[in-house]
């Protein structure tokens, strides 16, 4: 049966061994495994509950996820049983650091919901930590929205000079963001990263705004990337996804990655954009890749309007960069790995949002290596210590 699990999660990891028999014994594993979720000893009910204050329901739908997310064996690697040093260390055997990052979530749920997902408290953990971030200028609630000439008032100022940017409090990729700002003819632009552009008097502007409000909305100052950056498309944006872990008591650099927004898109998450891997001994780019089937990973040379050369190219601010990105995850002392996207402004770096799960394996994987084994390795010796 062990080696069925194997056989199911390295099929499931790599999808290498897609053929209709391993598709066999993974569909096999999973409905022979499946009573466990919902029958478990009374003996691991009750450990779990003294453990996480869980219940049995709760339990259950971890287990659930845990089967079939993860081809894990519930009685032999339960989530709720990670709290336990020796059932821990065994992680790293058989999961990829990714699938750590979604155990990760589900281990400090509460703690990483709240000031990972919630840009607001996010930016308000920065200010106390002294961490470079982008001010919110003002927040349009649906609850108790600001009125029409309230929020014009608040916003014009930024917007006939430098522009805003505005997201959801919770949003993710970039759905329901987009750019404002108003020109010397009073005319002002609304334009979703998503698709769709508006012109006209601010009340219409306001109108559209709640129309498509679906959560609370932030509105930030435009910001603008480093000139040597901007040469790669001015029309959209840059950032960079670092990434970092925790080696027993230090926060470690694993990767980073500089995103470049495609033509005059107004986010640069992964799926609109070029990703070009940053090595972390020289600062220098390394080749491109595209979240895509048709594009092999690390085979983009060139990038921009201009064609210009990505291997080879060095980041602005790296050592600064770097040094955010390990602040802010000092900041979260309960978690493993966060995926930070900093932004590089022409006088240094400043912080966006962090992220508890932070990228896709064709993004984060270099071609035919699978796992980052320092990553493991570090959280293996993590997983030893006498306390967890």
Request: aromatic share 12%.
């Amino acid at each position: 049966m062990r080696e069925i699990r194997r056989i199911a999660v390295k099929a499931e990891r790599t999808r290498k061994f897609n053929t209709f028999f391993h598709k066999v014994l993974s569909l096999s594993f999973f409905l022979r495994r499946l009573p466990t979720v919902f029958f478990p000893s009374k003996e691991d009910v009750t450990s779990a509950r003294k453990l996480s204050g869980k219940g049995y329901f709760r339990q259950g739908l971890e287990r659930l996820i845990l089967l079939t997310m993860f081809r894990m064996e519930p009685g032999d690697y339960y989530i709720c049983a990670l709290f336990m040093p020796e059932q821990y260390a065994a992680a790293g055997s058989f999961i990829d650091f990714r699938q750590h990052s979604f155990l990760n979530f589900f281990l400090n749920q509460k703690k990483t919901t709240i000031l990972t997902e919630d840009k607001i408290q996010f930016a308000e953990l920065c200010t106390e930590k002294g961490l470079r971030t982008a001010p919110i200028i003002t927040r349009l609630n649906l609850q108790t929205p600001l009125s029409e000439k309230d929020l014009e008032g608040k916003l014009r100022p930024i917007a006939r000079t430098e522009g805003l940017f505005f997201k959801p409090r919770y949003g993710m990729q970039g759905y329901g963001a987009g750019r404002i700002s108003c020109d010397d003819d009073d005319t002002w632009s609304l334009t979703y990263a998503t698709g769709g552009r508006f012109d006209g008097d601010w009340s219409e502007m306001y109108k559209i705004l709640m129309e498509n409000c679906k959560e609370e909305l932030i509105f930030q100052p435009l910001l603008k990337s480093h000139p040597d950056l901007a040469r790669f498309n001015p029309d959209s944006t840059q950032s960079v996804r670092f990434i970092t872990f925790r080696d027993r008591e230090t926060i470690r650099p694993l990767l980073a990655r500089l995103r470049l927004g495609i033509d005059d898109s107004l986010v640069d998450a992964s799926h609109s954009a070029i990703g070009a891997p940053i090595d972390l001994n020289s600062k220098k780019l390394l080749r491109g890749s595209r979240k895509t089937t048709a594009v092999l990973p690390e085979s983009i040379e060139t990038f921009g309007p201009n064609n210009i050369r990505l291997e080879g190219f060095e980041v602005p601010y790296f050592d600064q960069m770097q040094s955010l990105a390990i602040a802010v995850h000092e900041a979260f002392p309960e978690i493993f790995s966060l995926g930070h996207d900093i932004f590089i402004l022409d006088d240094g770096p400043l912080i966006l949002e962090t992220n508890h799960i932070w990228g896709s394996p064709q993004f984060v994987h270099k071609e035919g290596l699978g796992s980052h084994q320092d990553f493991i390795n570090a959280i293996i010796e993590i997983a030893k210590r006498e306390h967890f």
